[in-house]
Nanobody, 126 residues
Framework: QVQLVESGGGLVQAGGSLRLSCAAS??????????MGWYRQAPGKQRELVADITSGGYTNSADSVKGRFTISRDHALNTVYLQMNSLKPEDTAVYFC??????????????????WGQGTQVTVSS
């Protein structure tokens, strides 16, 4: 059974920092991880990509977090991290870990299959 264990959320003042971690386990051996990342959802808003990182190390992040958030990954531990600096009240949201997989040694399916964590609350006070 796939498990994504998230940690690191909490309450912080504006300008502060938090580090989120997400450890993935139980991924069926038929799959390999294509990418790992973080999404967030604020009240009344749609879930949006914060940042992700591919198995090749390529990263992608939302314009709103560029220069403040850094995503990294430990391949051996199947763990993805999100270092969040200079936090703003508008960063307040539930942050969800995402793992995207494909069939091993294959690009199928192109969009991959997604696994999601339960979410961790990040609250930034002004």
């Amino acid at each position: 059974q796939v498990q994504l264990v998230e940690s690191g959320g909490g309450l912080v003042q504006a300008g502060g920092s938090l580090r989120l971690s997400c450890a993935a386990s139980g991924i069926p051996s038929m799959f390999s991880i294509n990418a790992m990342g973080w999404y967030r959802q604020a009240p009344g808003k749609q879930r949006e990509l914060v940042a992700d990182i591919t198995s090749g190390g390529y990263t992608n992040s939302a314009d709103s977090v560029k220069g403040r958030f850094t995503i990294s990954r430990d391949h051996a531990l199947n763990t993805v991290y999100l270092q969040m600096n200079s936090l703003k009240p508008e960063d307040t949201a539930v942050y969800f870990c995402n793992v995207n997989v494909r069939f091993r040694a294959s690009d199928y399916p192109k969009s991959g299959y997604d696994y999601w964590g339960q979410g961790t609350q990040v609250t930034v006070s002004s």
